[in-house]
């Protein structure tokens, strides 16, 4: 199964784009992007050679008149030359070698650098309702609602062995049982360890606005381009309403998931609340329906174990990752030129303040 690559690359056709070259970078290497600023060497070079070649204001005798012409023969040892007529013409040279860095920066020469597809993956919380209506057995006569949707949990889990997976349980409050991770045994003991909680207590309600809003507080922080909850649960929810106003309604929770980028798929199990006679009583699955449209994502509603498994194999479908693509990351490297200009003015300056200066 393919992944999608994480977004702290960027993509080979995307720097291309920005930098204004062709989007089918083959190699790496370092490239200019303002290539025409090294027109501006040319008349660097000119100056250099115009000021080397001028006559200067104040001509004077050269230091070989100074030699005796009277008696050649006496073989005179040459005039000592000081360091700073040795030195002289360094200044200049570092004034040169200043301004072609300069240029060299302003051609602005950046360097890319391949990069390989980041791991593949999605970012998914499976969020589970733990009432005690989940104790039916109406999915399969063998077991109950709650022992079904863990198998089939673990099997989904286990298909998807790029994911990082996390749980959130839920009934009366919601709580991140295991954050999303890439260590799927952890996950699964984490899984395995969920119990229903205790009939009528005081925990025996459905949250589902509290569970997706603590899914989405979880995946807030992810960096993948996947980020999904799979919401499953036998009821309606009964905890947000007129008389608590803070609690999370469902509807806000999809809200709050939809300007994360979080998709939301709810599945809804079972045949509806179980009467003490045994019958069953249907549910409003409205608010579901509106949780997972309001995100882009899908609801189902399953009666029976087979149905389950297929809701899980859609999901498993829906949510295949795209090709990983290999991306670039664009450096730019104008810096060192700037270094080795700002170094040779300094050092042109600071050779003239201690006495190599040249008269015109």
Not at 36 to 61: E, I, S
Not at 154 to 171: C, K, L, P, Q, S
Not at 317 to 338: I, K, S
Request: proline share 7%; aromatic share 4%; hydrophobic share 55%.
């Amino acid at each position: 199964m393919s992944r999608f690559a994480a977004l702290d690359t960027l993509a080979v056709g995307d720097v291309a784009a920005r930098a204004g070259v062709a989007s089918d970078i083959a190699a790496a290497g370092v490239t200019l992007l303002a290539p025409w600023a090294l027109l501006l060497a040319l008349a660097v070079v000119a100056a250099a050679v115009w000021q080397r070649r001028r006559r200067p204001c104040l001509p004077f005798a050269g230091l070989h008149l100074l030699a005796d012409p009277v008696d050649p023969a006496l073989d005179l040892p040459p005039l000592p030359t000081t360091w700073r007529a040795r030195w002289s013409t360094l200044p200049p040279v570092l004034d040169v070698v200043a301004a072609l860095a300069l240029v060299a920066a302003l051609a602005r020469p950046v360097e890319y650098v391949p990069t390989p597809p980041a791991p593949p993956g999605r970012d998914l919380l499976l969020c589970l309702d733990v009432s005690s209506s989940m104790a039916a057995n109406d999915l399969d006569p063998q077991r109950t609602r709650h022992a079904v949707g863990l198998a089939l949990a673990e099997r989904f889990v286990r298909a998807r062995a790029g994911d990082r997976i996390g749980v959130v349980a839920f009934a009366r409050y919601a709580d991140l049982v295991c954050p999303p991770t890439r260590d799927h045994e952890a996950l699964l003991a984490a899984l395995r360890s969920l119990q229903l909680v205790p009939k009528e207590g005081p925990e025996d309600a459905t949250a589902i606005g509290a569970a997706v809003g603590k899914a989405a507080a979880s995946l807030a922080a992810a960096e993948g381009a996947g980020k999904v909850v799979v919401v499953v649960t036998d009821g309606e929810e009964n905890v947000s309403n007129k008389l608590l106003p803070d609690e999370i309604a469902p509807l806000h929770a999809a809200q709050a998931c939809a300007a994360a980028g979080i998709r939301v798929h709810a599945v809804v199990v079972g045949r509806g609340n179980q009467k003490p006679d045994g019958r069953f009583q249907a549910l409003d699955t409205t608010a579901v329906q509106q949780l997972a449209g309001a995100t882009g994502g899908r609801s189902w509603r399953c009666e029976d174990e087979a149905a389950l498994a297929e809701v899980y194999a859609r999901i498993d479908a829906l949510e295949a990752d795209a090709p990983a693509a290999n991306g670039v990351v664009v450096r730019e490297r104008f810096a060192v030129a700037l270094a080795v200009a700002a170094i040779a003015a300094a050092l042109a300056r600071l050779l003239r303040a201690v006495g190599l200066r040249r008269l015109p």
